[in-house]
């Protein structure tokens, strides 16, 4: 059986590469980037689990993420996972080479003849071989803690009200950001806005933040990723690396070439 998973609601434009599957706001007037993502979805019936690991390339003070969901996520709903879990994953999934050498079972070796000379030995034979507020049509529907993120889910009327709330609670917005919001609050979702302490925050050898992956459990009747607002923190072509995970179909992108 082969399923189907609908990329950015079927809104992507043509890139040279997917995204992050939303976007990164700052509380100062600084370029947040994002270029390395990674999703795992495990999928079974309607229940959904989705988890993403992150690069952040940004200043060292406080930002936050923007994500849309399908559904209002409660507190257990929303667990971050150790940094190590991708590294897991892509070595389970990444593809083996195996060599073997097998002697051919109807082989018979021929009989050896030696030339003797004097009492010369014979010569010796090889052996074979062998990874919110009212005011602006915004509503806080849930909000807890998870991790390093400080989490409040909220829901949105129009685009222009959510991208003030978001500026009027002294985030910088990417340019395009409503624009690039309308779609998912036509379509009804929610977004997911997660503070980070980036005192709780490890860097990686290059001094890179690594954000901790993040994992979702919901139920939802349509399988489908939000890459679209990732686009707002691109700087230059990101990598996407998606893995699915259903015991009995396999799955391709609906709205983007295999």
Known sequence: MRGTLLLALALFAPAPALAFCGFFVSGAD????????????????????????????????????????????????????????????????????VEYWEQDPCYVEPERRYMRFGSAPPMPTAAPGGGGGAEYGVKIEAQFKAGEYEVVILSAEEANGLERWLTDNKYTIPPGAASALAPY???????????????????????????????????????????????????????????????????EAANYKN
């Open 185 to 251: 609050i036509q379509s009804g979702m929610k977004f997911f806005v997660a503070k980070v302490d980036v005192k709780e925050v490890k860097k990686n050898a290059r001094g890179d933040v690594v954000l901790s992956p993040l994992r979702f459990t919901y139920e939802e009747e349509q399988l489908r990723l939000p890459v679209r607002l990732g686009l707002l923190n691109a700087a230059g072509k990101q990598d996407l690396i998606v893995y699915i995970l259903n015991p009995e179909s396999r799955f």
């Open 30 to 97: 600084a370029k947040l980037t994002n270029n390395a993502s990674q999703v795992a979805l495990m999928r079974k019936g309607q229940r959904t689990v989705i988890s993403m690991s992150n690069t952040y390339q940004g200043p060292l003070e406080d930002f936050a993420m923007v994500v849309p969901v399908p559904v209002v996520l409660q507190k257990e709903m929303v667990k971050t996972l150790p940094h190590d879990v991708f590294d897991k994953v892509d070595q389970l999934s990444a593809p083996r080479l």
